[in-house]
């Protein structure tokens, strides 16, 4: 299972508690993860990446295994960590204010 | 015993507020959203436990939420709010053209008899409309398209359509104002518009006087019973139109300031207007520090500050365009919220105030619900 920690704000608009658990199949990517998670939780679509380019919104952030993975291409694979589960998949709120 | 239930919209959150027609005693229900911008809730008047509301966020974008319960459950519903066409350009701060992005959801505006027909005016600025609760949303484009949108420019809170009044005597009539472009009217269910700005003066920012678009109209208001006759609070000046539109006075007067941003009219008194004048539009707190509301009771002209309740010296607050609204009880209740999160409110049309509640977020908008 691919673990994914949501930031609160969109914990609480998905109704989830702590991490959410998806089955990805294939290369566990991005772009698969977000697939996974979007179809989990539709109310998601279009708050992490637009829902028209795929982009990624442009104060979401993607950490895993200490490491920014932000601007990677979104069909790179993640982590082995994070495809095995040992770690999770952090989407992050930038700081910028508010 | 008839009741009211205001909708709060804030930085953080939305809130919830009822009580019984002696509104004395008032339950706080939220927040709805914690963290969220909400920037409007808007309940059906033909069904009053439809509600509708704007949930927004600098990181997350935009969603509208929907309760069938009022406001005890919400659902998310249909976020996609995509220009017909290709967008085109407007004017950018500077003058260039820059092309239209959507940012968010200011107002949303319920048909008067359809409960699942909602409108939404969005920056940049355009008119939506959603024929079934919400799921969907189609860009009523003649309004950008006829003519001046590219002429059209942001105000300094974004290019925004946040005005939707809806004639209740005429279902295809119905007017929008956007900042800053100006008050537009539509006869023919939104499907062509007509810029009504005659008589509007903005004389630095926009020095020719036959200006079709470009004024900063913060606000129109109209009473249901006259629905020809118009109040608007611009950017500087409060407005009256007679000829729904078709050509504006200013009725300022004795007003301390002119400046301000929401405009309302009295449930049952269509000449009694209220306003909140502010001190500039570079100082957005009222003139000597004192919250006054004023109110005509000529249709303009003529004003009286209203005072009672109301903080009267070190008061910096601001009250947004959306942020005041009426009840419909026989002794008229007044209602406004603040940047600094109090709401305060008035059961004598405005003689008296107290506040409802005094710590919320900012305050970004406030509607009220008068219940069987």
Known sequence: MIRVVLPSHLRGLARVGGEVALEVAGPVTQRAVLDALEAAHPVLRGTIRDQQTQRRRPLVRFFACAQDLSHQPPDAPLPDAVAAGAEPLLIVGAMAGG | ?372
């Open chain 2, 1 to 372: 015993m008839s009741g009211v239930r205001l909708l709060v919209g804030t930085k953080k959150g939305a809130f919830v507020l009822t009580a019984d027609g002696r509104r004395e005693k008032w339950t706080v229900e939220g927040p709805h959203f914690g963290g969220w911008e909400i920037y409007h809730v808007a309940g059906s008047a033909a069904d009053p436990d439809r509600l509708y509301a704007s949930q927004t966020s600098g990181w997350f974008g935009q969603l509208i939420q929907r309760s069938d319960d009022g406001g005890k459950s919400w659902a998310a519903v249909g976020k996609e709010f995509l220009y017909d066409g290709v967008p085109g350009t407007h004017q950018w701060y500077d003058g260039t053209p820059h092309p239209w992005e959507f940012k968010r959801v200011w107002h949303l505006e319920p048909s008067l008899d359809d409960p699942d027909t909602v409108y939404a005016g969005v920056e940049d600025a355009a008119l939506f409309r959603s024929t079934d609760g919400g799921a969907s949303w189609h860009e009523l484009s003649g309004l950008r398209g006829h003519g001046s949108g590219q002429w059209w420019q942001p105000g300094a809170g974004g290019m925004c359509l946040h005005t939707i009044v809806l004639d209740p005597t005429d279902s295809r009539r119905m007017y929008v104002a956007i900042s800053a472009a100006g008050a537009f009217r539509s006869e023919d269910a939104g499907a062509t518009w007509k810029p009504i700005n005659r008589g509007l003066v903005s004389k630095y920012e926009l020095p020719d006087p036959n200006a079709e678009v470009g004024h900063c109209v913060h606000r129109i208001a109209m009473h249901p019973s006259r629905p020809r006759v118009l109040f608007m609070q611009k950017h500087w000046d409060v407005m009256r139109s007679d000829d729904a539109g078709e050509s504006w006075q200013e009725v300022s007067g004795n007003l301390p300031s002119d400046f301000g941003f929401p405009i309302a009219v009295h449930a049952h008194e269509p000449e009694t207007v209220y306003v909140v004048p502010i001190h500039s539009d570079s100082e957005h707190y009222p003139p000597e520090g004192k919250l006054r509301v004023y109110r005509s009771r000529t249709g303009g002209g003529e004003w009286e500050a209203l005072t009672r309740g109301l903080p009267q010296r070190d008061c910096y607050v601001n009250v947004l365009r959306d942020a005041m609204a009426v009840d419909k009880l026989e002794s008229c209740g007044v209602y406004f919220g603040t940047t600094g999160g109090q709401v305060y409110g008035s059961t004598d049309g405005g003689d008296h105030w107290s506040p409802i509640v005094r710590d919320l977020p900012a305050v970004l908008s406030v509607e009220a619900q008068t219940l069987p």
